[in-house]
């Protein structure tokens, strides 16, 4: 079965980090661009960062550039999202999503597999 | 950054019935390259992720029923669902995809009238 699985999400104080983690599987991991998309309580969908397949290429929201810094370790087939001085306006469900191609020079396609996401509560 | 803007907000249709989702971008999202928009529409169902229906504006998603189309080009998008049914109530969202950030639009509540 295809699927990403989201982790590491949890209550942290504002200013503090956080680390979060996704593995791929049933798929090519190396074939795909990859992202972290949120969803804030009641609201929408914000698209929070991309990177290519070979990590080549990373882009990011500008409501997080300069704070969140995401990578991807082929071996491990796992991507990740290491979220610095947090906000409480980062409050949201955080959802990995596949992309259909591998996002080099940060041309993506559409995101075609999603998690279930995991919550990130920033409060004092 | 391209601002998307959806319309309506939200929309009650009876079942049986079209509904019709609009979607506008600031600027073009026209990939020259290929001649594609870069344009995917997404299908949120409560306490569910998102669901991919559309891309390249038009392009349906394997597995996605034919009731659901795609059009337009540029800036101006359309997502059709022909005949409404009770598992279609959900929010729906488009997003482009030509430039980073990308960007969504703020969804549009469809339910049954």
């Known amino acids: 079965e295809v699927q990403v699985v989201e982790s590491g999400g949890g209550l942290v104080q504002p200013g503090r980090s956080l680390r979060l983690s996704c593995v791929g599987s049933g798929f090519n991991f190396d074939d795909h661009g990859m992202h972290w998309v949120r969803q804030a309580p009641g609201k929408g969908l914000e698209w929070v960062s991309g990177?290519?397949?070979?990590?080549?290429?990373?882009g990011y929201a500008d409501s997080v550039k300069g704070r969140f810094t995401m990578s991807r370790d082929k071996a491990k087939n796992s991507l990740y999202l290491q979220m610095n001085s947090l906000k409480t306006e980062d409050t949201a469900l955080y959802y990995c999503a596949r992309d259909k191609q591998g996002g080099a020079g940060l041309r993506f396609y559409g995101m075609d597999v999603w998690g279930q996401g995991t919550t990130v509560t920033v409060s004092s | 950054d391209i601002v998307m803007t959806q319309s309506p907000d939200s929309l009650a249709v009876s079942l049986g019935e079209r509904a019709t989702i609009n979607c506008k971008s600031s600027q073009s999202v026209l990939y020259n390259s290929n001649n594609n928009n870069c344009l995917a529409w997404y299908q949120q169902k409560p306490r569910q992720a998102p669901k991919l229906l559309i891309y390249?504006?038009?392009t349906r998603e394997s597995g996605v029923p034919d009731r659901f189309s795609g059009s337009g080009s540029g800036t101006d998008f359309t997502l059709t669902i022909s005949s409404l049914q009770a598992e279609d109530v959900a929010v729906y969202y488009c997003q482009q995809y030509y430039s980073s950030p990308l960007t969504f639009g703020g969804g549009t509540k469809v339910e049954i009238k």
């Open positions: 390249w504006a038009s």
């Open positions: 990177i290519s397949w070979n990590s080549d290429s990373i």
